[in-house]
Each structure stands twice: as C-alpha cells, then as structure tokens.
C-alpha cells in the first residue's frame, strides 16, 4: 500500500473540460512533487512545492495549474488539455528540509492516468 | 548536472535465475543514488538507496546494490528472480534543489 494516495485513478476529458487531480500524503513531508511519466519513459518532473510554497515550475504550460492548500494535500488543475498531454501523472512527496534532505527519498503514489480525447 | 545512464534497456531472464541491473552515474559532488520500481499500473517504489557508508546496500524484494565509487557504477542485482519481478526499473541520482535524475529505465521480463 502507497502512503501517497491519488485520486481518481483514471480521468477521460475532452479538451476543453476543466477537472484537477488530488495528491494527500499524512507522512508529515513539507515536500511535495507533481511528474508526468509517459509510457516507457522516466517520471518528468513538473513542479515541487516546498513548504506550501511553490519551488520549481519546470516551463510548464499554464494549462496545468497546481495548487497546494495545506502541508498534506497538492492539486492540480486541467484545462484546456491537448491529446499530447495524455499521460500517467504522479504525485510524490519527501521530507522537504532542504539542508537535511539531500538523500532522503521520493515516495510515490500510484499515479492518476490522463487521457485527453 | 548529475545524470545517471542505465545500461541496458531490456533484460529479459527466467525464473530463479541471478539479475544484474547496469548503471552509471556522472558527478562530481556527493553522491546520493536510488533504484526504484515501477510495476504495471502503479507507481514507483523505492528498492534502495545510496547515501554514504557501506558500498553494499540491501534493499527490499531480496535487492542488492554495490556503490563502486572509481567506476562510477551503481549496479542493481538479485540472485534469484521471481515472475513477480517482471517490471521497470530506474536508476536515479539526487541532484539539488529536490531533483532527481531518472535514468531512463530497464524493462525486466521474467519468464518460466
């Protein structure tokens, strides 16, 4: 069992619906990560979020919108979604202080899988 | 930037037979590694981890990894592979800033 729980775990929309993912972890981490993993491929990181606060945006397009409302939970918000964007989007979260984090590892959920009709 | 290159990108092999994952990484800090898997429909898991000490790190799932500090490797191994084993597996190092640089992954198929 994931200690990362995603939600849904499958999501079908055309292109101009909006719907968000849902991230929630209870681990106590202060970090937290949005990926995108296409098949056969790495995870591609697209945002982290360290202490609620925004860190890193990796150039994503502004059709991905997160949103992290407290230390336990992380979203993100779709719209407007192009088929390219159809994949396996993965949320993680570590413990998020950054002078003690350096090696401490990324716990995974089991992913929600996006396709874009 | 620190990267990391996996080896191989299939390694097919029948049950109960020994393993090895291959993997190289590029830095010139310290070194934080990771071997991860990732089964089909789920996320990824972490099989072990690298931080300092001993060079033999066991993981779980009956994993082991050796950190070889000269050649620059941190190759994957299990003597004896199930049919459960059939997944991807990735090689990462931690870089800065929370990145993680995944390699980009070996597909391990077991068969009877």
């Known amino acids: 069992d994931t200690e990362v729980t995603q939600t849904p775990k499958h999501l079908v929309m055309g292109m101009t619906n909006k719907k968000s993912l849902k991230c929630e972890q209870h681990m106590g981490h202060r970090a937290m990560y949005w990926y995108k993993q296409k098949a056969k491929k790495p995870p591609e990181l697209m945002f982290v979020?360290?202490?609620?606060?925004?860190?890193i945006n990796e150039s994503v397009p502004s059709r991905f919108s997160p949103e992290c409302p407290n230390s336990s939970l992380l979203n993100l918000h779709l719209h407007a979604l192009q088929p390219e964007d159809s994949a396996l989007y993965l949320c993680?979260?570590?413990?998020?202080?950054?002078?003690?984090?350096?090696?401490?590892?990324?716990?995974f959920g089991d992913g929600t899988r996006l396709s874009i009709l | 930037a620190q990267s990391v290159t996996q080896l191989d990108s299939q390694v097919p092999v029948f049950e109960e037979a020994p393993v090895e994952l291959r993997c190289n990484y590029s830095?010139?800090?310290?070194?934080?590694l990771f071997w991860y898997v990732q089964y089909p429909n789920q996320g990824l898991q972490l099989l072990l981890k690298y931080l300092s000490g001993s060079t033999l790190v066991k993981g779980i799932n009956g994993f082991e990894a050796e950190f070889n500090k000269s050649q620059t490797s941190f190759h994957l191994r299990k003597p004896s592979v199930h049919i459960s084993d059939t997944a991807e597996y990735f090689c990462a190092v931690f870089s800065n800033d929370y990145k993680l640089s995944f390699g980009a992954g070996t597909t391990v198929t077991v068969r009877a």
């Open positions: 979020y360290s202490y609620e606060k925004l860190s």
């Open positions: 993680a979260s570590s413990r998020g202080d950054k002078t003690v984090d350096q090696g401490q590892p990324q716990h």
């Open positions: 830095s010139s800090v310290s070194v934080y």
